[in-house]
């Protein structure tokens, strides 16, 4: 039987502003693709990201350039070599896979070569504000074992330093998301490592990250915007200790799972991120965090609201994924 292609785009409203240091958003606008056939439906969403020249409308078009392939029995394959790594691409490759996990009945997991899918526990986010309502906000989930702290302006060190008291136990991890300097990193980085923050994510601008190479920093960094593909591994490897892996970045869960077995070989520790989205996003990611060193898949903890079925969390924790959602 053929299969039959359904585009749309959705919104979903945020719980409450979600600020980094680029900007603010109180949605998630996302890209659902649905790949039906032989009476089963595959599913992948995914989020167009305006810091990687993305919109809503460049990535639908760009899937509706592949309907004919699509219709026509695409491979994912093959879909790597017709589309480049980006949102478009993750929600096609992503509905591939969860449409012949139900038209095989061999889940996901299994087919990408997990032993298993077992529980996760996620970072949390706290948005870039003031140092005292990000301890106020961290002192309402100081219980969570995980704490991810959007940093990048002129407050950052105390910042740091009103979540810690907030948050005592829990583990940080500090995204700059290319918001500091060089010198603000050298500045800030010894504190931060006193405080025992765990890592630093992205604090340079990517394309001015060569600074990194021969600096030692007293805490991890990790590569975000920097990391994209396997193409970005080698460089990353001389100026990153660790890689946040994204579905969306990556153009889909079948180059995200060489990127991190490449990351892995360079010695790189491993972060299975996310955008801000629903469950039917973190579904496949969560084939992703099976083993990574830090789990940040908190977007439909974001949310006002999430579809359903969704992931179950349990506090941090997160449930394997349901069939009836993905996979």
Aim: charged fraction near 25%; aromatic fraction near 4%.
């Amino acid at each position: 039987m053929t299969a039959s292609l359904t585009v749309r785009d959705e919104h979903w409203p945020l719980a409450s502003a979600f600020v980094i240091a680029r900007g603010a958003k109180t949605e998630a606008h996302v890209l659902v693709v649905e790949i039906s056939q032989d009476g089963a439906i595959g599913r992948g969403e995914a989020v167009p990201y305006g810091r990687y020249g993305q919109t809503m409308d460049g990535e639908v078009a760009r899937v509706e350039a592949l309907r004919g392939a699509i219709e026509g029995g695409l491979s994912r394959e093959a879909l790597q070599d017709l589309a480049p790594a980006g949102a478009a691409r993750n929600a096609v490759d992503c509905a591939l896979w969860d449409l012949e996990a139900k038209l095989s009945g061999v889940p996901a997991w299994k087919r990408a070569g997990r032993p298993r899918l077992d529980p996760v526990k996620t970072c949390y986010t706290i948005s870039l504000d003031t140092p005292e309502a990000m301890a106020q906000a961290a002192r309402m989930a100081a219980r969570r074992p995980f704490l991810k702290l959007k940093i990048g302006g002129a407050d950052d060190l105390d910042r740091v330093i009103a979540v810690r008291a907030a948050a005592p136990k829990a583990r940080l991890v500090v995204d700059g998301n290319e918001g500091l300097a060089f010198e603000d990193l050298k500045r800030l980085a010894g504190d931060f490592a006193r405080l025992d923050v765990k890592m630093i994510e992205q604090p340079l601008k990517a394309e001015e990250d060569g600074a990194l190479e021969g600096y030692e920093s007293p805490v991890v960094l990790c590569a975000d915007e920097s990391l994209h593909t396997r193409a970005d591994l080698a460089v990353c490897a001389r100026r990153y200790g660790a890689v946040n892996v994204k579905l969306d970045k990556a153009g889909g869960l079948t180059e995200a799972l060489m990127v991190v077995a490449q990351a892995r070989a360079l010695g790189l520790q491993v972060m299975a991120g996310c955008m801000v989205a629903t469950s039917l996003s973190m579904a496949p990611a969560m084939i992703i965090a099976q083993g990574a060193d830090v789990v940040d898949l908190d977007g439909p903890l974001l949310l006002a609201r999430d579809r359903k079925p969704g992931l179950v969390f349990d506090g941090a924790l997160i449930h394997p994924t349901p069939v009836e959602l993905w996979g």
